[in-house]
């Protein structure tokens, strides 16, 4: 499974797998890690090393707390709103 | 979508409303999208809310991304937006004089400092000397294939043509490489397990 982690990363799971790999990875602790570490094993080779200590953790309790959702017609590149 | 988007599935899954997805896609680009918003953006605790600004606006815009271009161009974009905006608000706080000027000018200034983060400082150094000590312990054709994909930005079907393989081992020497390179660093990011996503 984890070989599959490595592969949703990069975008190279067939379209039918992504879904099921993706609910899989999510509902595993040890895969999410991986699929974390993956990712930061990638930006450290490229000289970017800071860990995630919780930083998307706090991304997502703030679109919770924030309500946000996907709003048809809405400009992300507006300054305002 | 773009043809070279990696992420066109894990959108369309997000667009039709799976918050996975999305956070999938959170978790892959924050330190990029944080290293970017940093070269505006001076104080790290600023870094880290124009970041969660930045992601908030792709949600809630995520129905307007067509995949003209890249996921993460599209992401990039709206960083930039964000971090600029965040900038004008603070000229105007300081051009209202509404507390010490001298100290929010200083934040015009590009790039970041870890100086308020000492912790998160020392643990990126320790990744950084893991994972090259790692890459130097690595079998050379699995390390050849990640650098490959990784630094050079070549896609699967590129470091096949190049090493004259079949995709499947590009694919199982890029998984192979960074599990080995985890493994190492999994008892420097002990302490962060819990903060994970």
């Given at each position: 499974m984890s070989l599959k982690v490595s592969l949703l990363l990069?975008?190279?799971?067939?379209?039918?797998?992504?879904?099921?790999?993706?609910?899989?990875?999510?509902?595993?602790?040890?895969?999410?890690?991986?699929?974390?570490?993956?990712?930061?094993?990638?930006?450290?080779?490229?000289?970017?090393?800071?860990?995630?200590?919780?930083?998307?953790?706090?991304?997502?309790?703030?679109?919770?707390?924030?309500?946000?959702?996907?709003?048809?017609?809405?400009?992300?590149?507006?300054t305002r709103g | 979508m773009a043809e070279t988007d990696r992420d066109t599935e894990l959108v369309?899954?997000?667009?039709?409303?799976?918050?996975?997805?999305?956070?999938?896609?959170?978790?892959?680009?924050?330190?990029?999208?944080?290293?970017?918003?940093?070269?505006?953006?001076?104080?790290?605790?600023?870094?880290?809310?124009?970041?969660?600004e930045t992601f908030i606006r792709a949600y809630r815009g995520l129905a307007s991304f067509r995949g003209d271009s890249a996921f993460y161009s599209w992401l990039y974009r709206i960083a930039t937006n964000t971090a600029l905006s965040h900038l004008k608000r603070q000229s105007n706080d300081v051009l209202?004089?509404?507390?010490?000027?001298?100290?929010?000018?200083?934040?015009?200034?590009?790039?970041?400092?870890?100086?308020?983060?000492?912790?998160?400082?020392?643990?990126?150094k320790q990744v950084a000397d893991v994972v090259q000590r790692a890459l130097g312990k690595l079998q050379p054709e699995l390390a050849e294939a990640?650098?490959?994909?990784?630094?050079?930005?070549?896609?699967?079907a590129e470091i096949a043509g190049m090493l004259d393989i079949p995709i499947g081992t590009v694919r199982t020497r890029i998984f192979r490489a960074r599990e080995f390179i985890a493994k190492r660093l999994e008892p420097v990011l002990d302490s962060q397990r819990n903060r994970r996503w």
């Amino acid at each position: 499974m984890s070989l599959k982690v490595s592969l949703l990363l990069d975008g190279q799971l067939a379209p039918g797998e992504v879904k099921a790999t993706l609910e899989g990875t999510a509902a595993d602790g040890l895969l999410r890690d991986r699929y974390t570490l993956y990712g930061l094993v990638g930006d450290a080779l490229r000289g970017n090393s800071t860990p995630d200590d919780g930083f998307s953790a706090r991304i997502f309790e703030r679109m919770q707390r924030e309500g946000a959702r996907i709003e048809p017609g809405y400009d992300p590149f507006k300054t305002r709103g | 979508m773009a043809e070279t988007d990696r992420d066109t599935e894990l959108v369309r899954l997000a667009q039709a409303g799976d918050a996975k997805a999305f956070q999938a896609l959170v978790v892959k680009y924050q330190r990029r999208i944080a290293r970017h918003v940093a070269r505006y953006v001076r104080n790290s605790g600023d870094v880290e809310d124009v970041v969660q600004e930045t992601f908030i606006r792709a949600y809630r815009g995520l129905a307007s991304f067509r995949g003209d271009s890249a996921f993460y161009s599209w992401l990039y974009r709206i960083a930039t937006n964000t971090a600029l905006s965040h900038l004008k608000r603070q000229s105007n706080d300081v051009l209202l004089g509404d507390d010490a000027p001298d100290e929010r000018a200083e934040a015009f200034e590009p790039g970041v400092s870890d100086r308020d983060n000492p912790e998160r400082a020392l643990i990126a150094k320790q990744v950084a000397d893991v994972v090259q000590r790692a890459l130097g312990k690595l079998q050379p054709e699995l390390a050849e294939a990640l650098m490959l994909y990784e630094v050079e930005g070549k896609q699967y079907a590129e470091i096949a043509g190049m090493l004259d393989i079949p995709i499947g081992t590009v694919r199982t020497r890029i998984f192979r490489a960074r599990e080995f390179i985890a493994k190492r660093l999994e008892p420097v990011l002990d302490s962060q397990r819990n903060r994970r996503w």
